[in-house]
């Protein structure tokens, strides 16, 4: 059974920075491409950034030029580099594949940018 486990969020101000970190347990996804997702209440989850296993990488509009997806496919991690954080990064992030699976999201973890 695969399980994705996020860490790193926080409470942070805008303009500052936050890294995330993704665990994923099983090999399934090494060979797959992995996303980060956020999500806010009343609203759908949306796919942020993804990397492939040769790190080719993909950033949703909102967050291209702040935000930097990289991965460690030995250790089966994957990391979020947030800069410029914008009221609107408030959410709660998980990492999934890419496409997601839906029996694999883990808890998330909150990120509230607010000064």
């Known amino acids: 059974q695969v399980q994705f486990v996020e860490s790193g969020g926080g409470l942070v101000q805008p303009g500052g920075s936050l890294r995330l970190s993704c665990a994923a347990s099983?090999?399934?996804?090494?060979?797959?491409?992995l996303g980060w997702y956020r999500q806010v209440p009343g609203k759908q989850r949306e796919l942020l950034a993804a990397i492939g296993t040769v790190h080719n990488m993909w950033y949703a509009d909102s967050v291209k030029g702040r935000f930097t997806v990289s991965r460690d496919v030995a250790k089966n991690t994957m990391s979020l580099q947030m800069n410029s954080l914008k009221s609107e990064d408030t959410a709660v992030y998980y990492c999934n594949g890419n496409p997601p699976v839906d029996d694999y999201w883990g808890q998330g973890t909150q990120v509230t940018v607010s000064s």
């Open positions: 099983g090999d399934r996804f090494k060979a797959y491409a």
